[in-house]
């Protein structure tokens, strides 16, 4: 979720297949795909612009930009009736309009095959190069004055063999690391001590208790091996990060259906530091996989994964990363797909008191204006809540763009014509989603106030406090379809209970907030889906006021506050 590559852990390298190229899902060649003799090439390419409402990532001081993004990219591809061999390059290339310090070029090149030595036996491997940048959000951000730049060179080989119900799979991996410096204000950040090589091997022993469902086993070994012999402490005396552990799992693999396929593991991992002074991490493993095709216009993937990753936070030999993530991804029509996707990270640093939970979730869609060219939407929030207050962040990003894929990507149920023809207007009737509409709402919700500023005698604050209750409104608006296009107005009100106090002794502070009523409104933009569902985007302001107590040796005072949004 942090999208930081430089912190993957070494795992059992997987054999290429239909479904499973370069990890990314191969796409059907008989539409989105050149034919070039034996090989199948997919060129595209797309232009966004970005919002990004925070682009440090910081609790405080939040600073936004627009950021411009060109992101090519090529996949070629073999169809072979025996054996595969891929190719993927790609790029993305940032322009900030006002901070210009953070522009970036990220680009990538892999490759992969497999050898089928028989019907039940291969070889395979693969090997990939990127020049990619650490984002503000990661963990092990050092926040200099331009991103933190480093090259991933990685590889991985393996064998496959079936015997009957029986199979088994053996691979290595290999990956280096090699971080630039960057400088900051008061000097530079000599990230050398962050090179380093990672090695891998990895076996895998299944058995099919039917055609439909198979147990394994399965034990990887790694080991992380740093340039410098005392490297990576972010203040504090320098440590000795280089590494060595394993993890063990049993778990099945179940094909319930055609369209429906889950993976779940449980197991044990171990990593050993060379210092004494970094925690060793014991800790159960587990993970999951969910595959399922809900119809024929719904596809809904899943995952569940734990790791040990490398940081360079000081006191912390590492941190146990366990994730879990969603994506639906619906085609309401032809030309028109929309996605929704959840995620969320459980961040625990070994050997310190810090504990980051990080959750990620938006929504977007993709929509085929002509059989070769799309245009994009996308939103994504992103929130760091940490039991160190200085780390926290929201982050808004807001993105649209424009792309072009060669051949077509798109040919609807008939010829490119009918396609780019298609009539999924309305009738010109009254629909469902024309007129005036009133409604209610009760439920549960929080209050949260983040403080950071001086604080007594040159001092300072960062600190969290939250509560919650319960809260009621209503809201009323009109809306009016155009064909298919529907516009609306709405108005809302809230009354909360929401609160949270925070008190000591009698003669020390006493202090409130509690969150009383809003109010807002707002415009509604959205696309009627045959009188069946309405699709909408709602943009507004909304005025909420919170009332403060505060008590000080027991002299109290109250503030009435209104905050508009």
């Known amino acids: 979720m942090f999208g930081d590559r430089a912190t993957a852990q070494v795992s059992l390298p997987k054999e290429p297949t239909e479904q499973s190229v370069l990890s990314k899902q191969s796409r059907s060649p008989d539409v989105s795909a050149y034919r070039v003799g034996s090989f199948l090439l997919s060129p595209s390419l797309t232009l966004s612009e970005l919002y990004d409402d925070n682009i440090f990532a910081t609790r405080k001081d939040e600073r936004d930009d627009f950021i411009t993004i060109l992101s090519p990219s090529l996949h070629l591809r073999s169809d072979w009736t025996q054996h595969k061999f891929n190719v993927l390059t790609g790029a ?43 984002p503000r959000t990661s963990p092990n951000e050092v926040f200099g004055i331009r991103p933190t730049i480093y090259r991933e060179i990685g590889s991985h080989v393996g064998v496959f063999r079936q015997w009957e119900d029986l199979s088994m799979r053996l ?69 000795h990060r280089d590494s060595q552990g394993f993890n063990v799992a049993a778990g099945l693999n179940l094909d319930f259906s ?13 990593q050993d530091y060379v210092d004494s002074n970094l925690k060793d991490v014991k800790s159960l493993d ?25 940081t ?100 609807g149920n008939g010829s490119t014509v009918d396609a780019m023809t298609e009539n999924v207007a309305l009738p ?70 929401a609160k949270w106090d925070h008190s000591g002794n009698p003669d020390r502070r006493v202090f409130s907030v509690e969150k009383v009523v809003g109010y807002g ?7 009627a889906l045959r009188n069946v569902a309405l699709v909408y985007g709602r943009v507004g302001f909304i005025r909420t006021e919170f009332t403060t107590d505060y008590s000080h040796e027991g002299v109290p005072t109250s503030q009435d506050d209104e905050q508009t949004g």
């Open 92 to 134: 993305n290339v940032a322009r900030y309009l006002h901070d210009g310090l953070q522009d970036y070029e990220d680009y990538w090149v892999e490759a992969d095959g497999r050898y089928d030595l028989s019907g039940k036996a291969n070889v395979f491997g693969g090997a990939r190069f990127s020049h990619l940048h650490i």
């Open 286 to 310: 587990f993970g999951g996989l969910l595959r399922w095709r809900a119809s024929p216009t719904t596809t809904i993937r899943g995952f569940l994964d734990r790791s040990v990753e490398e």
């Open 171 to 239: 691979g290595g991996t290999f990956e280096r690391l090699d971080f630039d410096d960057v400088g900051t204000i008061t000097g530079e950040i000599d990230n050398d001590d962050r090179d380093r090589n990672s090695f891998g091997a990895g076996s895998r022993l299944g058995y099919a208790l039917s055609t439909r469902y198979e147990a394994f086993v399965q034990g990887a070994y790694d080991r992380r091996m740093y340039d410098a012999s005392r490297c990576c402490e972010s203040g504090g005396t320098p440590v």
């Open 521 to 527: 409104g707002a415009f509604r933009v959205g696309y």
């Open 312 to 411: 360079i936070v000081s006191g912390a030999s590492s941190y146990l990363h366990t994730q879990v993530g969603a994506k639906v991804t619906h085609k309401v029509l032809p030309r028109l797909t929309v996605n929704v996707n959840l995620g969320y990270s459980h961040v625990d640093f070994q050997g310190i008191r810090r504990l980051d939970h990080v959750i990620e979730g938006g929504a977007g869609f993709k929509y085929a204006v002509h059989p070769n060219f799309f245009v994009t939407a996308d939103y994504q929030l992103l929130h760091r809540d940490s039991n160190v207050p200085t780390v926290d962040y929201f982050q808004n990003l807001i993105q649209v763009g424009i792309g072009g894929e060669l051949p077509a990507a798109f040919s």
């Open 428 to 497: 010109n009737t009254e629909t469902p989603w024309s007129g005036l509409y009133i409604g209610g709402q009760v439920g549960f919700g929080g209050l949260m106030s983040e403080l950071a500023g001086p604080r007594g005698a040159g001092g300072t604050l960062d600190a969290d406090f939250g509560g919650k209750g319960f809260t009621g409104g209503g809201f009323a608006g009109y809306g009016q379809t155009f064909r298919h296009w529907y516009v609306g107005a709405e108005l809302e009100s809230e009354a909360s209970q």
């Open 258 to 270: 055609e369209t429906l396929n889950a993976e779940l593991l449980g197991g044990y991992l171990s």
